[in-house]
């Protein structure tokens, strides 16, 4: 159970930490219909563009590393799902959830993976390096635990303009072992900057489990030391996602400081397309699919529910295997970029 | 025993200084630990103590006195029962030279000039730029309560507010990541390095992150910031605090890297950096902050990045440095003037983008050519200077290209040794009697 706020409550104006109830299930965190629709679709779409980039990596269209995010995706679908809009959303590089969740669009982002000129970079960032100011998206970025002082940097502009924005900063169990990470949390707290700390903790940093590589493996309490709240969510979750988020962004958004939220979630796939993922057993992965799957989960409530039918369900993965298909076709058949590109954008 | 009270230094890099105000006067008694006279620098102000019992038997340099030399006898102090010896007038303080030469053809020739100190034309250039752009703040350890470790922020907290001239915890690499994410959402962040020694906890943020970003993003992504604080030694503060990043930062495409030798430059580039939509590296000296140049009155005066500067015109040997280099450039160009040679000092001023075309014009026109500067030798800055010159004016060279450089090892500690590290200007016109067969 991650609950702490003890030293939170007492330095925080006297308000109440947002406080993680025993069952996330039992914390008005039902979803309408529509919510369960919403979050069917959007992570349906994240599965399905990832099961197609990892076919298109085996068939050598994209190269480089390719990090899929097949299993974490209620993490990101809940979040936004929480989000207002101007907030803005910072990860690392398992980021193709993230822009697909932020509505950047399929067909940029899978030709950017194929190195295209219509790739969301121009096909010069790749995988790893993709951005939408548009869609409030600032990356995409390679270095682990690099995106963390910069989404408090986006908070901190957000503070200096009085916006009523939050930055969304994702970051995995692996991260957050990184000195930077502690740097950021100091100055976030010290300055009350409107930043959401996302651990996504899918339990391997690499092939690295978190009891092998943390001394505390209870990521809530990472901000302890620095008097940020943290919650524990059960991240295969998308309504509990969603309930925390919500409660850790109002926290955020009336100048309370910074928060985290460790999301308990899990890849099924390698870490990148090269592992093997001999570090875990193929039960453990296959325990996990049958049992957590965060997509399944809602399929199970609407059907019993009858909320939706086989039917219509079958539909919308019908129309979103479309959706996919047509941006690996896009991606499979645009140009490289023009030769002249090497030299442009180096400098504005 | 008489006792010499010495004018005393506030920091390893102070020459001179105003003797501010007597605290005691002649033939008053004196313990240890009694405040005897007020100092001031542009930097600080510090109080000199007695440092054994006595009187104080002779006041040497009064009241009000400016540029007086550190070590210059202010005062006598004897124990009590000894005769007052007669004391002789007190050695006048050493001129500093000041060998620059005018300021290039930037300058408007009816512009009004005032004279600034570094340290004040880069404050000037920081405050006119935060009146004009909302969107520009400084961030950095000791920038705000303290106004900066080396004085270069004052009066800025007092103008601005804490909304916009923020203290940071010492955390190099968390406030540099902090400043570029905020870059990334369109704020003008300057952010100040204590001493760039001290960025290098910060070179991933500053490399991969605000270097790389625009051309990672297909330009979507901007990163308007300026990385400033002093480069390069100071004085007897060894290794670790005593080195020149010019080069590295140069190696870097997505970068600029600018090093003002004068207050005019400073100010001037400064501003153009506050305003670029680039991550610029701009690097100051420590022992620059303090020397005094005219500078172009008013709040408009901007000097354009990747232009150089030709400090002094020459016909027979080109001398090219930057920064402090100028320093020894100009000084061996005065002495080798006096020996019958016209030397041309080029005075880089942005290190990237490199302003080649106006070397490859003095090379061609004088055949000659030694590089200056305190850092190392090996990928240096003249490194990258004799490659251009290679491939750009070979023909037209009477002798190899010579660079004189910082020596090949950290710097040490020994005020000699230390020296020895360091070019000096009688290097420079050794090379550039070489490269004349003289």
């Known amino acids: 159970m991650g609950l702490f706020m003890a ?3 007492s330095t925080n104006r006297g308000k109440t930490a947002p406080r993680k109830t025993q069952n996330a299930r039992a914390n008005g965190a039902a979803f309408s219909k529509e919510e369960e629709l919403a979050a069917f679709r959007n992570m349906l779409l994240i599965r399905r563009f990832e099961e197609k980039a990892g076919q298109m990596y085996g068939m050598g269209l994209i190269g480089g590393f390719c990090h899929l995010y097949i299993g974490q995706e209620a993490v990101v679908t809940g979040v ?12 690392g590089y398992r980021d193709h959830g993230h822009m697909l969740g932020c509505g950047m669009d399929p067909k940029a982002v899978m030709a950017e993976l194929t190195g295209r000129k219509s790739g969301a970079s121009k096909g010069k960032g790749g995988s790893m390096h993709m951005f939408s100011k548009a869609n409030h998206f600032y990356g995409g970025h390679g270095i682990v635990g690099a995106q963390v002082p910069l989404g408090s940097g986006l908070a901190f502009a957000n503070r200096y303009r009085r916006n009523g924005n939050i930055c969304f900063t994702y970051f995995g169990d692996g991260a957050a072992n990184q000195g930077q990470v502690y740097e950021s949390f100091n100055m ?11 651990i996504e903790n899918n339990r391997y940093a690499m092939g690295t489990s978190v009891t092998r590589s943390s001394a505390l493996t209870d990521f809530s309490k990472r901000g302890q030391s620095f008097n940020i709240p943290g919650e524990q969510v059960d991240g295969m979750d998308v309504r509990a996602v969603k309930a925390a988020a919500t409660r850790a ?7 309370d400081g910074p928060m985290i939220l460790e999301m308990q979630t899990y890849r099924y796939r390698g870490h990148s397309m090269s592992d093997p993922a001999k570090y875990r057993s193929k039960d453990e992965v296959q325990k996990m699919r049958e049992e957590r799957d965060p997509i399944e989960q809602v399929r199970a409530r609407l059907l019993t529910s009858k909320q939706a039918s086989e039917d219509d369900l079958k539909k919308i993965d019908a129309a979103i295997r479309a959706v996919v298909a047509e941006a690996a076709e896009f991606a499979s058949h645009e140009p490289e970029p023009d030769p002249a590109e090497i030299w442009t954008d180096v400098l504005g | 025993m008489a006792t010499n009270i010495l004018m005393p230094a506030l920091s390893p890099t102070m020459e001179k200084g105003r003797l501010a105000k007597w605290l005691k006067k002649e033939g008053d008694a004196v313990r240890s630990g009694d405040v005897l006279a007020e100092i001031e620098t542009d930097k600080a102000t510090m109080e000199v103590e007695a440092i054994e019992d006595g009187t104080l038997v002779k006041i040497l340099v009064p009241d ?33 030279s000041e060998s620059a030469k005018g300021f290039g053809p930037a300058i408007p020739k009816d512009k009004a000039m005032v004279t600034l100190s570094v340290r004040e034309a880069l404050r000037d250039a920081m405050a006119e730029e935060m009146r004009r752009d909302d969107s520009v703040f400084i961030i950095g350890e000791e920038v705000a309560e303290y106004e900066g470790a080396y004085k270069v922020t004052q009066g800025l907290l007092q103008e601005f507010g ?5 203290d940071t915890p010492i955390t190099e690499h968390g406030f540099a990541g902090l400043g570029i994410g905020a870059a990334f959402a369109g704020l003008r962040p300057i952010v100040e390095f204590m001493t760039f020694n001290f960025a290098m906890q910060a070179m991933d943020q500053i490399i991969n992150s605000a270097a790389k970003t625009r051309y990672m993003s297909g330009a979507q992504m901007d990163c308007p910031i300026v990385f400033r604080g002093p480069n390069g030694a100071a004085a007897r503060v060894a290794a670790q605090h005593s080195q020149d990043y010019a080069a590295w930062y140069s190696h870097i495409p997505g970068l600029k890297v600018v090093t003002p030798y004068t207050a005019a430059d ?3 580039l400064l501003k153009s950096a506050i305003r670029d939509p680039n991550p610029v590296i701009f690097l100051e000296n420590e022992i620059l902050y303090g020397h005094k140049f005219e500078v172009p009155a008013g709040d408009d005066f901007l000097v354009p990045i990747g232009k150089a500067r030709i400090a002094r015109a020459g016909k027979d040997v080109t001398l090219v440095s930057f920064g402090i280099g100028m320093d020894y450039a100009l000084k061996a160009a005065d002495e080798l003037e006096r020996e019958g040679v016209s030397a041309e000092a080029i005075d880089l001023r942005t290190i990237r983008p490199m302003d080649s075309e106006t070397i490859i014009q003095s090379v061609k026109k004088t055949g000659r050519c030694i590089t200056v500067e305190e850092g190392w030798p090996q990928s240096g800055v003249g490194a990258e200077i004799m490659a251009k010159i290679m491939e750009d004016a070979f023909d037209y060279l009477d002798a190899p290209v010579m660079r004189i450089c910082g020596k090949d090892v950290p710097m040490p500690y020994a005020a000699n040794l230390e020296k020895l590290a360091l070019p000096n200007v009688k290097e420079v016109v050794q090379a550039a009697k070489a490269v004349l067969y003289r």
Request: include cysteine; charge should be negative; charged fraction near 20%.
């Open chain 1, 80 to 91: 936004i799902m929480a989000a207002a809009e101007g907030d803005q959303t910072i990860t």
């Open chain 1, 7 to 9: 030293a939170a409550t």
């Open chain 2, 162 to 166: 804490a909304r916009r001239v923020v």
């Open chain 2, 64 to 96: 009000g006195t400016d540029n007086v030399a550190v070590n210059t006898p202010i005062a006598v102090i004897e124990a009590d029962g000894e005769d007052v010896q007669a004391l002789g007038p007190p050695a006048p303080a050493a001129a500093l």
């Open chain 2, 266 to 268: 400073a100010k001037g």
């Open chain 1, 188 to 198: 976030a707290e010290l300055w009350k900057l409107p930043v959401v700390y996302i």
């Open chain 1, 249 to 255: 962004a109002e926290w955020c958004r009336t100048g």
